[in-house]
């Protein structure tokens, strides 16, 4: 369709508005045009089209200049984005360089962002696991942000719904604590991640040790090569994009299926500056839109509006959609709009060497770690901090870069550096951070980016009880390494900064009541009901799970509710 | 000891013989490499360092023979920080100039053995050097030669898929695979 201001209005008039293309913004769209909804998905970003958009893709180690390693200018031009582990040369197209759209960090923050179709779905960590139901009631039971809306039965129906779709690996262990998924087959443990799975749930009965479950397509059903997807080729390359859509992402799977429906419309390079709220009608009525390239400025205009940009951007676009009804932003009238936000507390790891073994190997490269659920206040209060982490770890042979036995130069020693070494162990963690209303995101009074849009203030911070449960991981986590048989275990406090997680998740909170959050149990706000956010942005809390799972599931709860609605004339 | 005795006594144990060595390998570039880090005539002097260091085996061939020189021109140029770059010019300079003065030629010149007992030693003296290395103080020099060579040695092609075993599609994943003394690594 034509794209530009020549339009007329009912051109550009459409049943839903998706705003942003990213793991749940594909999601929204997806289940709306299914729906028979004519969906128009506005990406801040560059077009990028499933594999002929992946210029690394196949790429070997040996055909970039730097072999895949950050040159030293990048780095200095880029000093947050480069921290990113996922950020590397056969990646860096696929990230949002430091100078292309700044921030201010009243407290240190790193903002890590993919603007492009697709967003940030190409680029996570694809590690999927479902909340339990300690997690939906966590802030009740403990007293901190607001009860949840909503409880684990409400969205464990949404959960098998985007399971069966995306593709889950992972074995039904019949947990508590971390439940089952709509299950492909597990990926295997080695050697020694068996052992220790064995030994650490001996020395400490209480606690679980699985494998790794994660949205790789060990064995793709009919529904996933409908997608055009096949089954994940153990490459670990996946960043860069997978032209075997081995893992899902919005371009492989989400946005190419509602593509077929018909009723999607993608206009990228479209930065969503404001939503228009009608006073006259009570509710909102479309977006502003600055094209990104020639920042001709273009309204758009639908019926129900998804927000979808990920946790800050949406965020910062609520707050600079100002009318006379939402003066502080769209829907604040309590003033807690950019308020609670937290993030995940990844700053503990430990590494450890291990004895025996010497003569097993492994095979390919699997997409996932082994896990263990949060075993920290799951029952009831126990420690002197509130709730808890998930802990991960894997064991591999050592290669090339490690201390050779003997000398280190020569026709020995490069025999020696071209076999593998000792087993190493490394242990990370994946801590719940508590919303606080002095974690905040807010908008700059008097400057602006280049859409003219105010430049977003980070202001969230660790506190006591992110410290004190950073030190319960690493003395738990040395424990049990030394529970499974390890030496030479060495603990690190990486002091990673709020935000490198790229778990940022709060600022527009779901609760119950209007008074104390932002949105209902629908995603929708409570006092703009045409409006859904279902990105990071709506989490009451964190959990200790990564969240891409539990964002995609209120989405599609979400949008289902929202299509329902649409042809009831409600919304 | 430092770097300068270090070499001393080594020119004193193979009794100073300072015999042109011929390149024991092939293949070395002939055409001019532009080198942005290093000075063009250490093309050979880098492609016998890294030679020395991962000489030719019977299954794959040498850093030096692959013409390491440019990769580790390369990484030196864009990806050592200024104060590893700065150390690694002075001290790389001074070592070509301790060998001229030591054994009277060029490094490159030296029998493969002198060669080889040089750059172990300076080997071992990084090893205790960097054992008590001030916060953010560049590592010694030679283990700044010596990962760069590593590095570009064993994420070539010649490295990757002859001294390593390189699986760009492996298919799957097999947590108990089996391993006899001796099967090399993967390298990825």
Not at chain 1, 156 to 185: C, M, Q, R
Not at chain 1, 318 to 332: D, E, V, W
Request: net charge negative.
């Amino acid at each position: 369709m034509p794209q530009n201001t020549q339009t007329t209005p009912s051109e550009r008039s459409f049943d839903a508005i998706v705003i942003g293309s990213g793991i749940s913004g594909g999601w929204a769209a997806k289940e709306l045009c299914e729906k028979g909804l004519k969906t128009l998905i506005l990406e801040r970003g560059r077009d990028v089209k499933h594999k002929k958009d992946y210029p690394t893709a196949l790429k070997n180690p040996w055909d970039f200049p730097h072999r895949n390693r950050i040159s030293h200018a990048v780095k200095e031009e880029n000093p947050v984005v480069s921290k990113c582990y996922a950020f590397r040369e056969a990646t860096e197209h696929f990230f949002v360089k430091d100078q292309e759209h700044p921030y201010i960090q009243e407290k240190p923050f790193d903002w890590i962002r993919g603007y492009q179709v697709g967003g940030k779905s190409l680029l996570w960590a694809r590690q999927t696991q479902r909340w339990s139901r300690f997690d939906f009631e966590g802030p009740a039971r403990d007293g901190y942000a607001v009860d949840w809306p909503i409880r684990y039965g409400d969205i464990a129906p949404w959960y098998s719904h985007v399971e069966k779709f995306v593709g889950i690996a992972g074995n039904p262990d019949g947990l508590e604590t971390l439940p089952d998924s709509e299950f492909l087959p597990a990926w295997q443990m080695n050697v020694v991640e068996k052992e220790m799975q064995g030994q650490i749930m001996e020395a400490f009965p209480d606690r679980n040790v699985i494998i790794g479950r994660c949205a790789h397509l060990t064995k793709p059903k009919k529904v996933h090569l409908e997608q055009g997807r096949g089954q994940c080729q153990a490459r670990s390359l996946c960043e860069r994009g997978c032209p075997y859509g081995g893992y899902f992402s919005s371009n492989s799977s989400t946005i190419p299926w509602a593509e077929k429906t018909g009723n999607l419309t993608l206009r990228p390079d479209s930065v969503v500056t404001a939503i228009i709220y009608d006073e006259k009608q009570e509710k909102a009525i479309g977006v502003q839109v600055t094209d990104r390239l020639t920042k001709e400025k273009i309204e758009f205009y639908a019926r129900i509006i998804f927000v979808n940009a990920a946790c800050v951007n949406t965020n910062i676009l609520l707050l600079n959609s100002k009318s006379n009804r939402f003066p502080n932003g769209l829907g604040n009238d309590n003033g807690l709009l950019g308020k609670y936000v937290a993030f995940h507390n990844y700053r503990g790891s430990l590494t450890a060497k291990r004895k025996g073994h010497e003569d097993t190997y492994y095979y390919g490269r699997r997409p996932t770690a082994i896990m263990m659920p949060n075993f920290r206040n799951v029952y009831k209060q126990e420690t002197d901090f509130k709730r808890g982490y998930m802990t991960f770890y894997t064991a591999t042979r050592t290669s090339w870069g490690r201390k050779p036995e003997g000398p280190g130069i020569g026709a020995e020693f490069k025999k020696e550096m071209s076999q593998p070494g000792y087993w190493s162990i490394y242990m990370m963690m994946q801590g719940e951070t508590i919303p606080k209303e002095e974690n905040h995101i807010r908008l700059s009074p008097d400057k602006v980016d280049d859409w003219g849009v105010p430049l977003m203030i980070a202001s969230v911070g660790y506190d006591e009880n992110d410290e004190k449960l950073l030190q319960d991981f690493l003395e738990q986590g040395e424990a049990m390494l030394q529970a499974a048989g390890c030496y030479d275990i060495v603990r690190d406090d990486n002091g990673w900064n709020p935000g490198l997680d790229i778990h940022v998740m709060g600022g527009v909170r779901m609760g119950k009541d209007p008074e104390t959050s932002m949105l209902n149990g629908w995603s929708q706000f409570h006092n703009c009901k045409n409006v859904f956010v279902t990105d990071g942005a709506a989490m009451t809390s964190t959990g200790v799970q990564n969240p891409s799972l539990t964002f995609m599931a209120l989405t599609a709860r979400a949008a289902d509710y929202a299509a329902e609605q649409f042809k009831k004339d409600e919304l | 000891m430092n770097r300068r005795n270090a070499l001393k006594a080594l020119s004193l144990a193979t009794g100073g013989v300072l015999t042109a060595s011929a390149l024991s390998w092939s293949g070395c570039k002939t055409e001019p490499t532009v080198f942005r880090f290093f000075k063009p005539e250490d093309t050979k002097t880098l492609d016998q360092i890294g030679e020395t260091i991962l000489p030719k085996t019977e299954d794959s061939p040498g850093a030096g023979e692959i013409g390491i020189s440019e990769f580790m021109d390369i990484y030196a140029a864009d990806c050592l920080k200024p104060s590893h770059q700065t150390a690694l010019r002075n001290a790389y300079s001074q070592f070509l100039s301790d060998i001229q003065t030591q054994y009277g030629d060029d490094f490159v010149a030296l029998e493969a053995l002198q060669q080889h007992d040089i750059l172990l030693a300076l080997d071992q003296e990084a090893v205790v050097y960097n054992q008590s290395l001030a916060p953010k103080q560049p590592p010694h020099f030679f283990s700044i030669l010596k990962n760069m060579v590593l590095f570009g040695y064993f994420s070539s092609e010649a490295g990757a898929q002859q001294a390593l075993r390189y699986l760009p599609i492996p298919g799957g994943y097999q947590g108990d695979f089996p391993f006899q003394q001796g099967d090399k690594a993967w390298a990825l």
